[in-house]
Nanobody, 119 residues
Framework: QVQLVESGGGLVQAGGSLSLSCAAS????????MGWYRQAPGKQRELVAD??????TNYADSVKGRFTISRDALNTLYLQMNSLKPEDTAVYYC??????????????WGQGTQVTVSS
């Protein structure tokens, strides 16, 4: 229904910046909210930030003031990450909630992109 492909991950020094992108294809106009999640080794996946169709945003306390989430008209999702810390190291996943008629919303996930922040 919807396919998500992340890009932009890599290696960066603490204090540096990275920008992630998530390209959506398929039934992109059925997408409601979108978000970024991350998962570090040995830890559960956690919400980083999400954004509604109307542009309302929500951030985890750990990234407030450092990360910015945005989306465009074609539902490409972005995450600008500044002042990166070693604890930001994780696989970052793109998420899209896809409306299936009026009955349910189906979450879709990308394959993830690795972000490594060195100290």
């Amino acid at each position: 229904q919807v396919q998500l492909v992340e890009s932009g991950g890599g290696l960066v020094q603490a204090g540096g910046s990275l920008s992630l992108s998530c390209a959506a294809s398929g039934s992109i106009f059925s997408i409601n909210s979108m978000g970024w999640y991350r998962q570090a080794p040995g830890k559960q996946r956690e919400l980083v930030a999400d954004i509604t169709r109307s542009g309302n945003t929500n951030y985890a306390d750990s990234v407030k003031g450092r990360f910015t989430i945005s989306r465009d008209a074609l539902n490409t999702l972005y995450l600008q990450m500044n002042s990166l810390k070693p604890e930001d190291t994780a696989v970052y996943y793109c998420n899209a909630d896809v409306q299936n008629g009026n009955t349910r919303t189906i979450p879709h996930w990308g394959q993830g992109t690795q972000v490594t922040v060195s100290s």
